[in-house]
């Protein structure tokens, strides 16, 4: 990864770069990490991650068809 810092604004490319970490899951995957986590835990955090997102997309689908 590789953040370009134009004319000595450091600042500026701390954003960048913090914001391109976050859009890549570096964040997650280092609180993921912090602590060892069970298989079968792991499991079981996949499986209702999974089950939200079908949800939302369920959600926003009624929202789309109702708006018609």
Known sequence: MQIMVRDNNVEQALRALKKKLQREGVYREMKLRRHFEKPSEKRARERAAAVSRARKMDRKRAER???K
């Open 65 to 67: 068809d109702a708006a």
